[in-house]
């Protein structure tokens, strides 16, 4: 009952805390033979470290990867591969300010799970949020590489599409700007429109919330399941792990009440190399299982919960006080949850992939076509 872990066969566990001396996480299931170097992992990493810039924390961390199990280095292959035993990756905390936290030892910061904690377990971690923080995110990232390798074909990309009540206009959704700015934005006008709000909610001491949406192009047909391992319930399940994380939409998500049925179904038509759809309100999943169009998901995160401005709150000993918490902190934790998103999702689909591969050997049935291809 410890619910560290997630995933079937492609299966995660995280651990560690925020200001611990490390944290990490140990991937089972990954199969053999995969090039896989702490280089491939580094990359993603580097995407979600902290301190890259004025309107995300400020601590300090290289987030360096360690594979401490599970590869090997074997002279007659080229390079450095999977043995499909448990891969450990170990991620050092080397800034941890533990002093900051001091004030609220005793005390429950409004906003945060400091209180549920408290309730659950009688103990808590007030350093940075322990278990709850989302330094433990940089694991699953990790976690995530690894998941990149058995997802051949399949490319997975997440941007912020809102920061505040400011969102980029689905028409100007272009995903080669992402990487372009420090927003993780789909659309250049609108990084001016970011970085005006976000500066006024830093200097104020406050914060705001954001929306990430995420799309993985190339999973095929037939990954998932229709009842119990419902792919898009599987992956909004994931992404609501995510610290912040309140809402989770699967294609056209809560737009779909406002649609008729003309408007909501998905005509296919029959292409050279199978059905094509005239459009994508089911997100690429039907029926709990992918339809071979894009899978897509959006993610509302909440305002982190750590401000300038003093709530109202408790005390271990019942008394009511006022709470202004210090620290180091996301003005706008939904910049840098994009990473993650993109992770959880990519251990999603290579559970799924496994798993559809395992039940039915893979390929895919398609109109007009004896057998699978």
Not at 126 to 148: C, D, I, K, L
Not at 205 to 232: H, M, R
Not at 347 to 358: Q, S, T, Y
Request: glycine share 12%; aromatic share 6%; proline share 6%.
């Amino acid at each position: 009952m410890s619910h560290n872990s997630f995933g079937h066969l492609f299966r995660v566990t995280t651990w560690g805390e925020s200001h611990g001396p490390a944290l990490g996480c140990v991937v089972d299931g990954c199969p053999p033979g995969l090039q896989l170097t702490e280089a491939d992992i580094q990359v993603w990493l580097d995407k979600r470290r902290p301190g890259q810039g004025k309107f995300v924390t400020q601590r300090q961390e290289p987030d360096a990867v360690r594979i401490l199990s599970g590869v090997f280095q074997d002279e007659r292959t080229a390079g450095q591969v999977t043995t499909g035993t448990p891969i450990s990756l170990m991620i050092e905390n080397v800034d941890q300010r533990s002093r900051d936290y001091g004030e609220i030892a005793q005390a429950f910061r409004a906003g945060h799970a400091d209180y549920p904690y408290f309730a659950k377990y009688g103990v808590r971690d007030y350093r940075g949020g322990g278990r709850s923080s989302a330094r433990e995110t940089a694991a699953r990232v990790a976690a995530g590489a690894v998941a990149r390798k058995i997802l051949e074909g399949v490319t997975i990309r997440g941007a912020v599409v809102q920061i505040g009540p400011h969102a980029v206009h689905p028409d100007r959704m272009d995903w080669s700007q992402t990487d372009q700015n420090p927003f993780w934005a789909p659309d250049a006008e609108i990084v001016p429109v970011w970085e005006e709000h976000l500066e006024k909610v830093r200097k104020s001491g406050s914060s705001t919330g954001a929306v990430v949406a995420v799309e993985a192009v190339g999973v095929p047909a037939g990954w998932g399941a229709p009842i119990y391992g419902k792919l898009d319930s599987e992956l909004a399940a994931a992404l609501m792990t995510i610290n912040a994380a309140k809402g989770v939409e699967i294609g056209a998500g809560f737009a779909a009440a406002a649609l008729s049925g003309e408007e909501n179904a998905d005509e296919m038509r029959m292409g050279p190399d199978g059905p094509v759809f005239l459009s994508n309100k089911a997100g690429g999943v039907l029926g709990g299982i992918s339809t071979g169009q894009p899978v897509t998901a959006r993610v509302a995160f909440k305002p982190t919960s750590s401000i300038l401005t003093p709530r109202q709150t408790l005390n271990e000993a019942g008394e009511e006080i006022e709470l202004r918490t210090k620290g180091r902190h996301d003005p706008c934790v939904g910049i840098r949850a994009v990473p993650v998103v993109e992770a959880m999702t990519a251990c999603v689909l290579a559970d799924a992939f496994l798993r559809h591969r395992g039940q039915t050997g893979g390929g895919v049935f398609q109109p007009g076509v004896q057998g699978r291809r």
